[in-house]
């Protein structure tokens, strides 16, 4: 079974400090995503990577920044955490560009306050 | 801009009977439509998947039915049961240079009473 690992489940954090979220897949994927899911909105794609130190913009990077520096592993940073950044956070890998199934981890409950 | 939307926020359904969740998409160069599940404080999981040269994907209790000219899928639950009270996105994605990234809806809140 794929595993994708996100190192916590619950963050509190205080605005203006700056957050790594990290992300461990376990399965050789190409490809790592980070999403936020918020009610009434779905899951939003902030940033994903297709290969090692690659990295696209998703539909809603500012503020955040990403890194990839293996292939296993895929970071998300907040540089200056904000109140409106609080939400659920969600990475994700897939095998290849040609399988579209990705595969989540358990997610971040990140609290900026 | 939305383009897939989950217009129902929420859907009731007594245990047996049948479950159906819409989705409608704007983007024409989706072509491979996917639902997944999630429950609370977990991370979504894969439910089905359907190609654009398909119409319909059956697996167990769970089919999706596709309708390109509308751009609209949906998914049959048959029977409902308790344990399939979850949130549930639909999810699209476009071929080629994708590198399979997915766009997702708004999500639909199912819960099956007993």
């Known amino acids: 079974d794929v595993k994708v690992t996100q190192s916590s489940r619950y963050l509190v954090k205080r605005t203006g400090e700056k957050v790594f979220l990290e992300c461990v897949q376990d399965?050789?994927?190409?490809?790592m995503f980070w999403y936020r899911q918020d009610p009434g909105l779905g899951l939003r794609l902030i940033y994903f990577?297709?290969?090692?130190?690659?990295?696209e913009k998703g539909d809603i990077p500012e503020g955040y920044s990403v890194s990839r520096e293996k292939k296993e592993r895929f970071s998300l940073i907040l540089e200056s955490a904000s109140t409106n950044q609080t939400s659920m956070y969600l990475c994700?890998?897939?095998?290849?560009?040609?399988?579209?199934?990705?595969?989540f981890g358990q997610g971040t409950r990140l609290t900026v306050v | 801009d939305q383009q897939v939307k989950q217009n129902s926020p929420s859907l009731s359904v007594q245990e047996g009977r049948i479950s159906i969740l819409n989705c409608d998409y704007t983007n024409s160069m989706f072509d491979y439509f996917l639902w997944y599940k999630k429950y609370p404080a977990e991370g979504p999981t894969f439910l089905i998947s359907?190609?654009?040269?398909?119409d319909k994907n059956e697996d167990g209790r769970f089919t999706v039915f596709l309708n390109k000219s509308a751009k609209h899928l949906s998914l049959h639950i048959v029977p409902s049961q308790p344990g399939d009270s979850a949130v549930y996105f639909c999810a699209a994605a476009a071929g080629g240079t994708s590198y399979g990234k997915l766009t997702f809806g708004q999500g639909t809140i199912l819960t099956v009473h007993p």
């Open positions: 990577s297709y290969d090692v130190k690659m990295k």
């Open positions: 399965m050789d994927h190409e490809n």
């Open positions: 994700a890998s897939s095998l290849d560009r040609a399988l579209v199934q990705a595969f």
């Open positions: 359907i190609s654009s040269i398909k």
